[in-house]
């Protein structure tokens, strides 16, 4: 507990837990009042600022646990979106080349159905084509082979599986490589 005078009163610094104690005094005082009147303790001032003194000290506690929440959260919050980002993505090494996949929910907007070009159905300007398809809750997959600053670098168009399967990333990525290996 800290203690700074003021030329009208006293600024007093606490723990949590010494604003705990201190409520939890405060409380049985005021409580204790009543069967104490007779004595003429405090004067009747004193008594009508018990209740007012009570719902300051509860007050600042209750600002000093969301305060402690809030500090909490802000810490974590790396830690929860690092989370749910593992959560919608997947990243693999099949036979040399990178595989990774991202879930949401996709929309095909190529023209030609035999031909797809998946986008994320929530990106602004998004709009599926008439009679397209769209995948909700599934992978999209996109393998590349080689580093981005070397000439041997590959990208294939990627494909969206048909669940949210993680087992049917693999089984969708080696049909697109051996597709584009022949």
């Known amino acids: 507990m800290k203690t700074h005078p003021m030329a009208s009163g006293l600024r007093v610094t606490l723990t949590k837990t010494?604003?705990?104690?201190?409520?939890?005094?405060?409380?049985?005082?005021?409580?204790?009042?009543?069967?104490?009147?007779?004595?003429?303790?405090?004067?009747?001032?004193?008594?009508?600022?018990?209740?007012?003194?009570?719902?300051?000290?509860?007050?600042?506690?209750?600002?000093?646990?969301?305060?402690?929440?809030?500090?909490?959260?802000?810490?974590?919050?790396?830690?929860?979106v690092a989370e749910?980002?593992?959560?919608?993505?997947?990243?693999?090494?099949?036979?040399?080349?990178?595989?990774?996949g991202t879930l949401g929910d996709w929309a095909d907007l190529s023209d030609d159905p035999d031909q797809r070009r998946w986008a994320d159905m929530f990106l602004p300007g998004t709009e599926p084509?008439?009679?397209?398809?769209?995948?909700?809750?599934v992978w999209r997959i996109f393998i590349s082979k080689g580093s981005a600053a070397s000439?041997?670098?590959?990208?294939?168009?990627?494909?969206?599986?048909?669940?949210?399967?993680r087992l049917e990333i693999e089984q969708l990525a080696r049909r697109i490589i051996a597709k584009y290996q022949e």
């Not at 000093?64 to 974590?76: D, N, P, S, T």
């Not at 993505?89 to 595989?99: K, P, R, S």
């Open 18 to 80: 010494e604003l705990q104690a201190l409520l939890k005094l405060a409380r049985l005082a005021v409580d204790q009042l009543p069967a104490a009147r007779h004595c003429d303790i405090l004067a009747q001032r004193q008594v009508d600022v018990a209740a007012d003194v009570i719902k300051g000290l509860e007050l600042g506690l209750t600002s000093v646990q969301w305060k402690q929440a809030e500090a909490k959260a802000r810490r974590e919050a790396p830690k929860r």
């Open 84 to 100: 749910r980002r593992a959560a919608r993505e997947h990243h693999a090494l099949i036979d040399g080349y990178t595989v990774w």
């Open 129 to 137: 084509r008439e009679q397209g398809e769209i995948r909700r809750n």
């Open 151 to 165: 000439d041997d670098f590959t990208i294939f168009p990627g494909d969206c599986t048909e669940t949210n399967d």
